[in-house]
């Protein structure tokens, strides 16, 4: 190992002993499909989730002291998540390593979220799998350490249209956008709204504030993006 990978072990603060690892944990599913035999980050990224959940859950049942169990997962969801993750691996320049497929990288492939997020957990099991748990907890909680100290003050505001946000990121479908009415006199004024994501429209939800409405709206494609985990990781 030699360059451009030296380059990045530097900013992740890890040299590999088995370079082999790190490599592997660059493999997207993409390049497979273009080329016979060979494994893609796919069993790494499911160890690094993993890794990252219970080192974020550890943090975040020390930090948070007697908070209610609901804080904790809202902490965790809030930096263990493909928004988050994603920009964590753009920090570390993690796309210019990828290896994908011709039809992937020129879609844009180095740059996806989805993409870079699972690529840096597949990183995270690399380094699991060659340093051990002591120090891939040190890696870690360095990386998200940002993250993190920007979500403990904001955990009120982690709300649906947040979730919402997240959840279309992992899936490459862009920014919600609202699109919110109110009817009646301003002292009893109902507000209802719709939020579009890529090809989809979900709602309606409503409620006496334009917020409220917009709630219930990115509640219901939530619960739609979430019946389809485990049918398109894309």
């Known amino acids: ?9 530097d900013r992740l603060g890890h040299r590999f002993s088995d370079q082999s690892l790190l490599e592997l944990a660059l493999v997207h599913r993409s390049w497979l499909a273009e080329n016979d035999g060979g494994e893609s980050n796919e069993r790494l990224e499911f160890l690094g989730d993993a890794v ?17 169990e609901g804080k904790l997962s809202d902490l965790r969801q809030s930096v263990v998540n493909a928004t988050a993750l994603g920009d964590i691996a753009r920090a570390l320049r993690l796309g210019e390593h990828l290896v994908l ?8 492939g180095r740059d996806k979220t989805s993409i870079l997020s699972d690529a840096l957990e597949a990183v995270i099991g690399a380094v699991y799998l060659d340093a051990g748990p002591v120090i891939t ?24 249209k947040t979730r919402l946000q997240e959840l279309a990121a992992q899936r490459d ?28 429209t979900f709602g309606p939800g409503t409620g006496r504030t334009k917020k409220a409405a917009e709630q219930l709206a990115a ?10 985990d485990g049918i398109d990781r894309s």
């Open 219 to 228: 509640r219901s494609a939530i619960d739609y993006l979430r019946a389809l």
């Open 52 to 68: 990252l959940g219970l080192v974020i859950a550890d943090l975040a049942y020390h930090r948070l002291g007697d908070s209610p």
């Open 101 to 108: 497929g011709r039809g992937e990288d020129a879609a844009g």
């Open 1 to 9: 190992m030699g360059g451009p990978l030296d380059e990045l072990c």
């Open 173 to 200: 479908l862009g920014v919600p956008h609202y699109v919110t009415d109110g009817e009646g006199p301003d002292h009893d004024k109902v507000f209802t709204a719709m939020v579009r994501i890529g090809t989809e």
């Open 137 to 160: 907890d040190s890696i870690v909680r360095q990386l998200l350490h940002d993250a993190v100290e920007h979500a403990i003050p904001n955990l009120e505001s982690f709300d649906f």
